[in-house]
């Protein structure tokens, strides 16, 4: 009798495993779907995906209720608002300590050129990614705003030629 309740226990949790799997593959369909078209009608995502629209729409709202789905954006073309340079930047701290980390992140936060501020592992502590007008603007931004932050010690600048992959959004 108990190995009887052990064995339905273990078939009950492997279905359960199977559902949880098969749930997953949809949510990633749902999840690639909406990455390359956040603008997707419900029913067409439904139709996508081979959900029912209801079915659908609950799923994509649990995954908003849970946080895997945060927001929607818009891809930009930055040359069209006048964007013609973007940078990768890399910054050095003079110190390590938490105020000095949290003073150049307020710092950063001011600036419109900075667009994403990723904290880093490695030779430097920051990695910047900088969208100006031109080179030109870009120089003024290098001199006038990061130069003059007394936490930073030292600034690599990579200049994007080029994004044959891009898949910010």
Known sequence: MFLRHIV???VAYLINLQLMTIKNKINDRILRELKSDGRIS???????VGLSSSACLRRVQELERVGVIT????????????????AYVAVGLS?????S????EFAITLST???ECHNITGS????????TASLSSYKIFHTD??????QVNSITTFMVMESPKDERA
């Open 42 to 48: 419900n029913a067409e995502l439904a139709n996508r």
């Open 145 to 150: 705003v990061l130069g003059v932050l007394p």
């Open 101 to 104: 980390q949290k003073a150049f």
């Open 71 to 86: 927001g929607y954006r818009a891809i930009i073309n930055n040359e069209k608002l006048g964007i013609g340079c973007v």
């Open 95 to 99: 110190d390590h300590t938490k105020e």
């Open 113 to 115: 050129e900075v667009r």
């Open 8 to 10: 339905a226990l273990l």
């Open 124 to 131: 430097y502590e920051y990695l910047l990614r900088i969208e």
